[in-house]
């Protein structure tokens, strides 16, 4: 018996796969375009924003920095430094270590971060409140278009001379010996 197979042409495997992958990204671009996302703001928007009702300014560092010690104070070697300590006038803090305890949703509640409110979330740099962000989102099921994140955060406020922090008595910011010494010797060289 002689038996022919019937193989079926496919076209070359270099054309198929660059036609899928380019469909593949072309739907996930356009996935990631229309799905809500959680918004950067500036510190014009904090300021019009914070005092008003519906919105929760929330600092997301420890209580301590928040109460007015300046962060990385007590190391040798910080990773940035310029912060002071104390917060933006009108914000409440939760830490964002509070958010890996059991009654994480009682005590965010408990403090007024609630689905129905626009939160604005602030830290030192930014990078903090963008991981606070996304636990509030992917954990605890908020709205990515209610979660605002100040990107510049308390660097950016301090940017502006008649911004104020409170408590009044907070931390100046912290500088190394090591970053202050590198600062003469370049103002040396600029003379």
């Known amino acids: 018996m002689d038996i022919q197979l019937k193989l079926k042409k496919y076209p070359p495997l270099d054309i198929v796969a660059p036609v899928v992958f380019s469909l ?9 375009h229309f799905e809500p996302h959680v918004q950067d703001v ?6 019009s924003h914070k005092d ?55 005590a965010l509640a408990k403090v007024g971060v609630t689905k129905d409110k626009t939160i604005i979330l602030y830290c030192n740099t930014g990078g903090l409140s963008t991981r606070f962000a996304d636990n509030l989102v992917r954990r605890f099921n908020f709205s990515p278009s209610r979660i ?13 001379p008649q911004n104020r922090l409170l408590p009044e008595d907070h931390d100046e910011p912290y500088y190394s010996q090591k970053y202050i010494y590198e600062l003469n010797l370049s103002s040396k060289t600029m003379k």
């Open 148 to 160: 605002k994140n100040y990107r510049g955060s308390i660097r950016d406020w301090i940017s502006r």
């Open 52 to 106: 008003e009702p519906g919105f929760v300014l929330l600092d997301v560092r420890d209580e301590d920095i928040y109460d007015g010690r300046a962060p990385f104070s007590h190391l040798k070697v910080p990773p940035f430094e310029g912060v002071p300590g104390g917060h933006i006038p009108s914000a409440i803090n939760f830490p964002f270590s509070d958010l890996n305890v059991a009654a994480a949703s009682a």
């Open 24 to 32: 593949v990204f072309a739907v996930t671009m356009l996935y990631s």
């Open 42 to 47: 500036d510190m014009i928007y904090v300021m």
